[in-house]
């Protein structure tokens, strides 16, 4: 257990489910993160930062870190109050296999205003509202990693219970870290899982790529790896900062014809080359993702 004792008192400000707005500056409804990892960790860290009140916030971790339980404190967020009444948002951030055993405690904040809102890997809709059958319905989301540093994008689908406004308070709990998008059904988020989902792993192996291929050339590891790095970093900032350029502008804005770009360019945008490549891998990953799903 943590070493800094929470002296909260138990579900002291999370005591109502209360009327909602849709404005999320003056949005009064109330959230149950169940799992504060790195996932939920980050959500929590996104709420506080965008100035949601602590009060309307409780958290269920059965181990809380000293980092999660100073961070509520300071927060003013309720960690691990008994179920007192239901919330409007549950969102679910622990691991997919600790869903059976945590469910059944967890249910009893799922009332008939509740969304339920999983980010859990795998856990279909269906799955979900036999888990929280008093609930008002259920939304299926997918974050990827750079949530952790509020830059994430998620994709959701909601299972077509929930009333519009229901929805909207799940997509800005869901907003705190990062774009989100809503998909036109529950289908899509194998899709999502393979393109987003995985896709921070991918960047990280053009990284590391690019750090060997300098090494073959001659350059000492380490520079060659602090090379591949802050390419990747530099470029994904120019993304960042220029949403309105596609990465194709981008990309020929850097290419002088006949240049050395363009002769690297050729080799990677060859036929069978990386287009083909990232086929074959984003589709591995898209069938692996059905896999788990079922
Ligand atoms: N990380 C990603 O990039 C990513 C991307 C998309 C989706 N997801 C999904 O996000 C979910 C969380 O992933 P994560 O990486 O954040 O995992 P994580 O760091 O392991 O966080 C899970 C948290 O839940 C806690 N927990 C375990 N059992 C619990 C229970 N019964 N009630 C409440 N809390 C409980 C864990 O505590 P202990 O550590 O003490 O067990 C831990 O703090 C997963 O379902 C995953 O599929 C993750």
Same mark, same amino acid.
């Not at 960690?79 to 059944?104: F, M, R, Y």
């Not at 405690?105 to 856990?123: C, K, N, Q």
């Not at 229901?166 to 999502?192: C, K, N, S």
């Not at 090379?227 to 990747?232: K, N, S």
């Given at each position: 257990?943590?070493?800094?004792?929470?002296?909260?008192?138990?579900?002291?400000?999370?005591?109502?489910?209360?009327?909602?707005?849709?404005?999320?500056?003056?949005?009064?409804? %109330?959230?149950?993160?169940?799992?504060?990892?790195?996932?939920?960790?980050?959500?929590?860290?996104? *709420?506080?930062?965008?100035? +949601?009140?602590?009060?309307?916030?409780?958290?269920?971790?059965?181990?809380?870190?000293?980092?999660? %339980?100073?961070?509520?404190?300071?927060?003013?967020?309720?960690?691990?109050?008994?179920?007192?009444?239901?919330?409007?948002?549950?969102?679910?951030?622990?691991?997919?296999?600790?869903?059976?055993?945590?469910?059944?405690?967890?249910?009893?904040?799922?009332?008939?205003? %509740?969304?339920?809102?999983?980010?859990?890997?795998?856990?279909? !809709?269906?799955?979900?509202?036999?888990?929280?059958?008093?609930?008002?319905?259920?939304?299926?989301?997918?974050?990827?990693?750079?949530?952790?540093?509020?830059?994430?994008?998620?994709?959701?689908?909601?299972?077509?219970?929930?009333?519009? $406004?229901?929805?909207?308070?799940?997509?800005? *709990?869901?907003?705190?870290?990062?774009? +989100?998008?809503?998909?036109?059904?529950?289908?899509?988020?194998?899709? +999502?899982?393979?393109?987003?989902?995985?896709?921070?792993?991918?960047?990280?192996?053009?990284?590391?790529? !690019?750090?060997?291929?300098? $090494?073959?050339?001659?350059?000492?590891?380490? !520079?060659?790896?602090?090379?591949?790095?802050?390419?990747?970093?530099?470029?994904?900032?120019?993304?960042?900062?220029?949403?309105?350029?596609?990465?194709?502008?981008?990309?020929?804005?850097?290419?002088?014809?006949?240049? %050395?770009?363009?002769?690297?360019?050729?080799?990677?945008?060859?036929?069978?080359?990386?287009?083909?490549? !990232?086929?074959?891998?984003?589709?591995?990953?898209?069938?692996?993702?059905? $896999?788990?799903?079922?």
């Amino acid at each position: 257990m943590t070493d800094v004792p929470d002296t909260d008192p138990p579900n002291a400000r999370l005591s109502t489910t209360r009327p909602s707005g849709t404005d999320a500056s003056d949005a009064r409804d %109330t959230v149950l993160l169940v799992g504060a990892g790195r996932m939920g960790g980050s959500m929590l860290e996104g *709420w506080l930062a965008q100035g +949601v009140s602590g009060g309307r916030i409780a958290v269920s971790d059965p181990q809380p870190s000293p980092a999660l %339980t100073a961070l509520c404190r300071a927060g003013g967020v309720a960690l691990n109050p008994p179920a007192v009444h239901p919330v409007d948002t549950l969102v679910l951030a622990i691991k997919p296999q600790a869903l059976e055993a945590s469910a059944p405690a967890i249910a009893s904040w799922a009332g008939p205003g %509740t969304a339920v809102v999983s980010i859990l890997a795998g856990r279909t !809709l269906a799955d979900l509202a036999a888990r929280f059958p008093r609930a008002a319905g259920c939304v299926r989301a997918m974050p990827n990693l750079p949530a952790s540093v509020g830059r994430g994008i998620t994709g959701f689908a909601s299972d077509g219970r929930l009333s519009p $406004e229901a929805v909207l308070r799940a997509e800005r *709990w869901l907003g705190a870290v990062g774009r +989100v998008e809503r998909l036109a059904h529950e289908g899509e988020i194998d899709m +999502v899982t393979a393109v987003s989902g995985s896709g921070p792993a991918y960047v990280f192996l053009l990284a590391e790529a !690019l750090a060997r291929a300098g $090494e073959r050339l001659g350059l000492s590891p380490d !520079l060659a790896a602090r090379l591949g790095r802050a390419t990747v970093e530099g470029a994904g900032e120019l993304l960042h900062r220029q949403p309105d350029v596609p990465p194709a502008t981008l990309r020929q804005n850097v290419t002088s014809p006949g240049g %050395t770009t363009a002769a690297a360019l050729a080799v990677l945008m060859a036929d069978d080359a990386l287009g083909p490549l !990232l086929d074959r891998a984003v589709e591995a990953a898209f069938r692996r993702a059905q $896999e788990l799903s079922r």
